[in-house]
């Protein structure tokens, strides 16, 4: 450099892997740069003097490293939190699962008992319907029966009734009627009677 005219020093700057040509010269001895990515950079400098004359300058080499949640470490975190997340929403879609299982399966329970307390109800009442058929057809035989037994008792009633009308008469008349009787015929009457005290 010259420092015959230090204030007519110019500068180009260039910053490999973020310009794209050198820039305009300038007077200005810095350069500010914003929004780098990360990554490597070489910053070149040139400067030329009052004659003209270009002097290249050093090199500065440097990275710019990513910021904490940029790196591989906040990737790998985030890919466990993930599977962590994922994992997690998993369990507790599962456990919901599981408990809406066991509760239609409680549900089920139920419903299969009531059915089966209704079933077992409608036995019951079909077997009563069936005891009470019965009973109403012994009812209606027994009726038949008694029926049939009153009309005969009812004929005997009315002969005894009859007879017990006339029974005195028959008394008085018996001496007669018995001395008309055969001898056999006697004999008949007598066993007819030990028969009946038998």
């Known amino acids: 450099m010259d420092f015959d005219d230090p204030n007519a020093l110019e500068y180009q700057y260039f910053l490999e892997g973020f310009d794209a040509d050198w820039w305009v010269w300038t007077k200005e001895s810095k350069k500010e740069y914003t929004n780098l ?4 950079y070489v910053f070149k400098v040139r400067s030329k003097n009052v004659y003209g004359t270009v002097v290249e300058g050093g090199n500065c080499v440097f990275e710019i490293l990513p910021p904490w949640h940029q790196t591989l470490w906040a990737y790998l975190m985030y890919l466990a939190l993930g599977f962590s997340g994922v994992w997690g929403f998993v369990r507790l879609r599962l456990k ?3 408990t809406k299982n066991r509760l239609l ?10 059915l089966s307390t209704t079933l077992q109800n409608l036995q019951e009442t ?3 319907l069936i005891a009470a058929e019965k009973m109403a057809s012994i009812g209606q ?6 029926h049939e037994i009153n009309t005969p008792i009812g004929a005997i ?3 005894a009734q ?4 006339i029974f005195p008469t028959l008394i008085e008349e018996f001496p007669k009627v018995f001395i008309q009787l055969q001898h056999t015929e006697k004999e008949l009457f007598i066993e007819l ?6």
Do not use: F, I, P, Y
Request: charge should be negative.
């Open 37 to 40: 990515h990360a990554g490597d």
């Open 96 to 98: 919901q699962l599981e």
């Open 105 to 114: 399966e409680e549900k089920v329970a139920d419903r299969t008992k009531e």
């Open 126 to 128: 079909q077997s009563q």
């Open 141 to 146: 035989l027994v009726t038949n029966v008694a």
């Open 157 to 159: 009633r009315s002969s």
């Open 162 to 165: 009859t007879m017990q009308s």
């Open 193 to 198: 009677l030990v028969w009946m005290e038998a």
